[in-house]
């Protein structure tokens, strides 16, 4: 009775020991598949419609470019229209500027009209990007591809441009070679001129 005892309990240990291995290596394999998922998101990848331009801390974060721009040249829109103060410069900020502008903007063809309304590659949550953001994609904008880098060439972001008057004026972000002013590449442009687009949106 007592061999058959230890006998027993030798095959429960060995059972649980086989149990808690399958449990330990599922969870590493599980871990490792999330983690190289993640980890191989870059700037310039192909990604849910467009091109990695931008990946946050997270790493599992970001904002894609539409792969070309817009056929059109467009205005900011709405000259001299106090209502949509969309004067919010940062990364992360194109998507609710855009909506502020059309929110208070009826005025057809503008630029943020044109982003929000595109449906592209599966997807309709395209926005105007911020200056930042168009900042950013200039930095990356040859693994994104497509921009024109003429002399002149400009693209408008969905930042009106502070401190006062911002109801006339708004940030553009120039693309161009040689660029329009020595030291920076951010203008402030009037509403009603036209400039090239690039819609973006998250992921």
């Known amino acids: 009775m007592f061999v ?16 808690t291995s399958i449990l330990l290596l599922s969870l590493v394999f599980f871990s490792t598949s999330s983690f190289a998922q993640n980890d191989c998101l870059k700037i ?15 790493a599992e974060h970001g904002l894609i470019a539409a792969p070309q721009d817009e056929s059109v040249l467009a205005i900011y829109g709405c000259l001299g229209n106090t ?21 208070y903007c009826q005025e057809e063809g503008i630029a943020a009209r044109i982003c929000y309304d595109l449906f592209l590659n599966g997807y309709s949550d395209w926005f105007l ?10 930095i990356n ?5 497509g921009f024109d880098e003429t002399e002149g060439s400009g693209y408008i972001s969905s930042t009106e441009a502070r401190p006062a008057p911002a109801y006339y004026r708004s940030w553009v972000y120039d693309f161009g070679s040689p660029q329009i ?23």
């Open 129 to 138: 990007p911020s200056i930042n953001e168009l900042e950013m994609l200039y």
């Open 141 to 145: 904008r040859i693994a994104v591809g």
């Open 83 to 103: 209502n949509p103060i969309a004067d919010n410069s940062e990364i992360g900020a194109g998507e609710s500027n855009t909506q502020a502008i059309v929110n």
């Open 181 to 203: 002013i020595p030291y920076t590449r951010k203008i402030v442009s009037q509403k009603d001129n036209t400039f090239k687009i690039r819609a973006i949106r998250k992921f």
């Open 44 to 58: 310039g990848d192909e990604h849910e419609g467009g091109i990695i331009f931008y990946i946050d801390e997270t």
């Open 4 to 19: 058959q005892s230890v006998n027993f309990n030798k095959d429960i240990m060995k059972n649980n020991f086989i149990t």
